[in-house]
């Protein structure tokens, strides 16, 4: 598998993590979710929303209607 997704949106939230990229996929845009987050004490570092190359204007665009 080719390492080929990139950067649409970077949070400390899980949640907001999440959100975006489960309403990503109902818009038919793969999107993952690349943790960064240490949980050895209380969880700090960033959540990475990561969608195809092909994707990212299309899924940009869904974030900045949405007010995200």
Do not use: C, H
């Amino acid at each position: 598998m080719e390492n080929s997704w990139v950067k649409v949106y970077t949070t400390e939230n899980a949640f907001t993590a999440e959100i975006i990229k489960q309403g990503l996929i109902e818009s038919e845009i793969p999107a993952v979710v690349l943790n960064k987050q240490d949980s050895s004490y209380k969880s700090f570092g960033v959540l990475t929303v990561m969608v195809r190359p092909e994707d990212f204007d299309k899924a940009n665009t869904y974030i900045l209607e949405n007010n995200l």
